[in-house]
Nanobody, 124 residues
């Protein structure tokens, strides 16, 4: 049973930065491709970033490309989302997800496990 826990969310001003972390305390995540999604009130769940099992392939949603970076450290069993140049439009609950397999994907239906989310609020 994979149990993902996100951390690092909070309140930040426009233009600031945050780094989110996603970890599993027990099982290794090295066999899972990982993704980040976000959802704001009244909006659909949105793809943010994804990374392959080994970390060799990444891609991003159009809204965050060039500002966010996904990475992973399998030795630490942790996946990160570095968020720079934050905008009020980035305000949302951010979810970490794990997918059985090696490839990355933007489709949330392909993911098998989800964390409970961490709130990111960007003030203007």
């Amino acid at each position: 049973q994979v149990q993902l826990v996100e951390s690092g969310g909070g309140l930040v001003q426009t233009g600031g930065s945050l780094r989110l972390s996603c970890a599993d305390s027990g099982r290794t995540l090295s066999n899972y491709a990982m993704g980040w999604f976000r959802q704001a009130p009244g909006k659909e769940r949105e793809f943010v970033a994804a990374i392959s099992r080994r970390g060799g392939s990444t891609y991003y949603g159009d809204a965050v490309k060039g500002r966010f970076t996904i990475s992973r450290d399998n030795a630490k069993n942790t996946v990160y989302l570095q968020m720079n140049s934050l905008k009020p439009e980035d305000t949302a609950v951010y979810y970490c997800a794990a997918r059985i397999g090696s490839s990355n994907t933007a489709y949330y239906t392909a993911y098998d496990y989800w964390g409970q989310g961490t709130q990111v609020t960007v003030s203007s």
